[in-house]
């Protein structure tokens, strides 16, 4: 913590349904003297013990403020988070801030509020904090037949499921395996193998009932330079052999890979050369199960100048339009940039151009998906007639999404 005379805040996250709610009352009934203000999305998802509510306070915050007898106070935000925050801290004096993050959003855009807009000068984030339902995350992971593949927030909000999950356990600092009587010790351990894979370095929690321990809850956990497995995975690779990405050999080297007891393995593909946008679409929008969660770059012909990010979770899986190549820009602004950025991965021929892609999963057949993948390796500049990838920044082409159909019953499911 810094020595600025800030606020700590604590953001959580999880899934509905996972056990948030239950954990902000265990917060709140063994708060031990802290005054903690818990600001939610919503009062009527929270469910406070009701002999913890003592009078309405005075104090007007987004409609809704409730004042415990413990001297806790729980927000209903209907407001703006940055104007609720600044706000609050202005109008009362606590020791820590919680933020319940929406169920179908991740903690990490929520806590970044607090380093980048002005309530950095009255908050510091000690923690970001991810419970998971452990039984619907072995079934969404591990083969199983899970009750929910769309994930709806209670204004109507959907993602899916999968996707969902792997993101809140990557910005995750403390990750809460919530609901450990629902799994046996397998599959738990599974569990637990995934999202250590997922979320390297974070801690790891079981619980039945949300019960985690007050001080670790609230501990000054956050590292905002926490590796992300796909990243880490990149990075290791980068670190083994950095020629192995100039030419079109795939390096596999089962020291450097991330294998786990229960088969949880990732590999690089990476090859200078753009994919074939049809082909690609049809291998990327149609992975193996095996595979929980892959993400990279993407060159892709007939829009060669466009950076692409790929990403998938489980059955979701999409390609996002970023920014040009610096190999398509003016040669003096590709000077500037590479001054900036030594250690950019550059090829004397193609520049940043290049294929990068990370799978992360549980026995990932990689010489298959690999031989799939090369299939469709084209030589730079060869025209195609697939135009449907997107070129403006930020558009998104869905590859491939869990079927909706059963999402009225889905978002019914909501302890």
Same mark, same amino acid.
């Given at each position: 913590?810094?020595?600025?005379?800030?606020?700590?805040?604590?953001?959580?996250?999880?899934?509905?349904?996972?056990?948030?709610?239950?954990?902000?009352?265990?917060?709140?009934?063994?708060?031990?003297?802290?005054?903690?203000?818990?600001?939610?999305?919503?009062?009527?998802?929270?469910?406070?013990?009701?002999?913890?509510?003592?009078?309405?306070?005075?104090?007007?915050?987004?409609?809704?403020?409730?004042?415990?007898?413990?001297?806790?106070?729980?927000?209903? #935000?209907?407001? $703006?988070? @940055?104007? !609720?925050? +600044? =706000?609050?801290?202005?109008?009362?004096?606590?020791?820590?801030?919680? &933020?319940?993050?929406?169920?179908?959003?991740?903690?990490?855009?929520?806590?970044?509020?607090?380093?980048?807009?002005?309530?950095?000068?009255?908050?510091?984030?000690?923690?970001?904090?991810?419970?998971?339902?452990?039984?619907?995350?072995?079934?969404?992971?591990?083969?199983?037949?899970?009750?929910?593949?769309?994930?709806?927030?209670?204004?109507?909000?959907?993602?899916?499921?999968?996707?969902?999950?792997?993101?809140?356990?990557?910005?995750?600092?403390?990750?809460?395996?919530?609901?450990?009587? #629902?799994?046996? $010790?397998? @599959?738990? !351990?599974? +569990? =637990?193998?995934?999202?250590?894979?997922?979320?390297?370095?974070?801690? &790891?929690?079981?619980?039945?009932?949300?019960?985690?321990?007050?001080?670790?809850?609230?501990?000054?956990?956050?590292?905002?330079?926490?590796?992300?497995?796909?990243?880490?995975?990149?990075?290791?690779?980068?670190?083994?052999?950095?020629?192995?990405?100039?030419?079109?050999?795939?390096?596999?080297?089962?020291?450097?890979?991330?294998?786990?007891?229960?088969?949880?393995?990732?590999?690089?593909?990476?090859?200078?050369?753009?994919?074939?946008?049809?082909?690609?679409?049809?291998?990327?929008?149609? #992975?193996?199960?095996?595979?929980?969660? !892959?993400?990279?770059?993407?060159?892709?012909?007939?829009?060669?100048?466009?950076?692409?990010?790929?990403?998938?979770?489980?059955?979701?899986?999409?390609?996002?339009?970023?920014?040009?190549?610096?190999?398509?820009?003016?040669?003096?602004?590709?000077?500037?940039?590479?001054?900036?950025?030594?250690?950019?991965?550059?090829?004397?021929?193609?520049?940043?151009?290049?294929?990068?892609?990370?799978?992360?999963?549980?026995?990932?057949?990689?010489?298959?998906?690999?031989?799939?993948?090369?299939?469709?390796?084209?030589?730079?500049?060869?025209?195609?007639?697939?135009?449907?990838?997107?070129?403006?920044?930020?558009?998104?082409?869905?590859?491939?999404?869990?079927?909706?159909?059963?999402?009225?019953?889905?978002?019914?499911?909501?302890?």
């Amino acid at each position: 913590m810094t020595s600025r005379n800030v606020t700590p805040v604590t953001v959580l996250g999880g899934s509905l349904g996972a056990g948030k709610t239950t954990l902000l009352n265990h917060l709140l009934t063994n708060a031990d003297g802290r005054e903690i203000a818990v600001l939610v999305n919503d009062m009527g998802e929270v469910n406070v013990d009701a002999e913890l509510v003592a009078d309405e306070s005075e104090l007007e915050l987004g409609g809704g403020v409730t004042e415990l007898s413990n001297g806790c106070i729980c927000c209903e #935000l209907q407001d $703006d988070l @940055e104007t !609720a925050v +600044v =706000r609050l801290a202005q109008n009362r004096s606590f020791d820590h801030l919680v &933020v319940e993050a929406s169920g179908v959003s991740e903690p990490g855009p929520v806590a970044r509020l607090f380093v980048t807009s002005r309530a950095a000068a009255m908050y510091d984030v000690s923690g970001l904090v991810t419970v998971v339902d452990s039984c619907l995350f072995a079934d969404t992971f591990d083969g199983g037949d899970p009750e929910r593949t769309v994930a709806e927030d209670a204004d109507g909000t959907v993602r899916p499921l999968s996707d969902l999950l792997v993101e809140q356990v990557e910005s995750a600092d403390l990750v809460v395996l919530n609901k450990r009587d #629902l799994v046996t $010790d397998a @599959e738990v !351990a599974q +569990v =637990r193998e995934v999202v250590e894979t997922l979320r390297p370095g974070a801690d &790891v929690v079981e619980t039945t009932h949300s019960t985690v321990d007050v001080d670790l809850l609230l501990s000054d956990v956050h590292d905002p330079d926490a590796p992300v497995g796909w990243r880490a995975v990149l990075d290791e690779e980068d670190n083994v052999n950095e020629d192995e990405s100039h030419d079109h050999h795939s390096h596999h080297d089962d020291a450097s890979h991330a294998e786990a007891t229960y088969g949880v393995t990732s590999f690089v593909y990476r090859r200078r050369a753009p994919l074939d946008p049809e082909g690609a679409a049809e291998v990327l929008g149609d #992975l193996p199960e095996s595979v929980v969660r !892959a993400k990279g770059s993407l060159w892709v012909a007939g829009a060669e100048d466009v950076h692409y990010t790929y990403s998938q979770a489980g059955p979701s899986a999409y390609v996002t339009a970023g920014g040009p190549w610096i190999a398509s820009l003016p040669e003096f602004e590709q000077d500037t940039y590479r001054r900036n950025h030594p250690d950019l991965d550059w090829h004397d021929e193609f520049g940043d151009r290049r294929t990068e892609l990370v799978f992360i999963g549980r026995d990932v057949d990689e010489e298959a998906l690999t031989a799939a993948l090369d299939d469709h390796v084209l030589e730079p500049g060869t025209d195609v007639a697939d135009t449907r990838y997107p070129t403006e920044p930020g558009d998104e082409l869905v590859l491939a999404e869990p079927s909706k159909a059963t999402t009225q019953a889905e978002s019914a499911v909501n302890q």
